[in-house]
């Protein structure tokens, strides 16, 4: 018998956990939640461990109907969440009981929520990871974005009591989704490909989201960054948030579904911090981008 049953699915809704590592070599993306601190927050809330299985849904959520009883924590961006037509709280635990229908509204703020349950999504494991990659078909829910229908199961715990968990989130510690950012980076690791005005440019303007912005890669528009004789290069390895510059001057913020290797030179990588912010980010929004030193970011997490 299912957990929960897919009553509409959203714009793009799928399951997620802390993503698939070690097939990079072989084509396989990561993938995994776009914004991580949202995403094990959410596990956090619930006392699960910070790799169980989510929901991911962007822009718009999903309607969800419970047959069990269970705990829930809902983070990231709000879509205005309500449990039987009644609002309810973002960042704690919800109690949930059979034929409780979840539902969301307005986007008032960031691009994605994630939904997690107490003992986490029970998924198959593919590659060792419970991720959705949609475009190879690989991983999640049967590979795919979820549909009307679909049914899901949830993990059971033992020895623990899940409708006395009531944990709310610190203030202190839940982030502001704005529709202008700074965004730190680490220049490199091919940023010789650039003229100095073209470096300049990158750190000085702003840019805008486009609208070809997904899982894979938000592309930008804003000047024109100057490379020194255009920016191919042999194709390499590609981190998490990597900013390629196409050869007509347009940066690339590679993401969770990025392909492993690409062949336009890197200008700069976003710090892991502030990843976040742009997984949060929708078509319109603006970006600055600020230039710090490997070793800042590194002793601002010890």
């Given amino acids: ?64 109907l419970f047959r069990s009883p269970m705990e829930i924590a809902l983070t990231g961006g709000d879509m205005s969440p309500s449990l039987n037509g009644d609002m309810i709280e973002m960042w704690r635990s919800v109690e949930v009981k059979p034929g409780d229908v979840l539902s969301f509204g307005e986007l008032k703020s960031g691009a994605r929520t994630y939904i997690a349950f107490f003992g986490g999504l029970d998924i198959p494991l593919t590659m060792g990871s419970r991720s959705t990659y949609a475009r190879g078909e690989i991983g999640g829910y049967l590979g795919r974005q979820l549909r009307e229908g679909d049914k899901l199961k949830v993990f059971r715990k033992t020895g623990i009591d899940g409708g006395s968990l009531s944990k709310r989130l610190n203030p202190l510690y839940i982030p502001e989704y704005r529709e202008e950012k700074q965004v730190r980076v680490v220049l490199g690791p091919q940023k010789e490909y650039f003229s100095d005005l073209g470096i300049e440019t990158f750190l000085c303007s702003e840019y805008r989201c486009t609208a070809q912005i997904d899982r894979m890669g938000y592309r930008l528009t804003g000047p024109k960054v100057e490379s020194i004789s255009g920016t191919d290069i042999v194709s390499d390895g590609i981190a998490f948030g990597a900013i390629q510059i196409t050869n007509g001057g347009e940066p690339i913020i590679m993401m969770s579904d990025r392909q492993t290797v690409g062949g336009y030179a890197k200008i700069a990588c976003v710090v892991w911090d502030d990843l976040s912010k742009i997984a949060q980010s929708k078509s319109g929004d603006r970006i600055r981008f600020k230039s710090v030193a490997i070793e800042e970011v590194q002793s601002a997490r010890l």
């Avoid at 957990?3 to 995994?32: A, H, K, M, N, W």
């Avoid at 461990?49 to 999903?62: K, R, Y």
């Fill in 1 to 64: 018998m299912s957990d929960l049953e897919i009553i509409s699915p959203g714009l793009f809704t799928t399951v997620q956990d802390s993503g698939r590592y070690g097939y990079q070599s072989y084509g396989i993306p990561v993938s995994g939640a776009m914004d991580m601190y949202a995403y094990k927050m959410a596990n956090y809330i619930l006392g699960n461990s910070e790799s169980d299985a989510v929901l991911e849904a962007t822009i718009s959520g999903p309607r969800i």
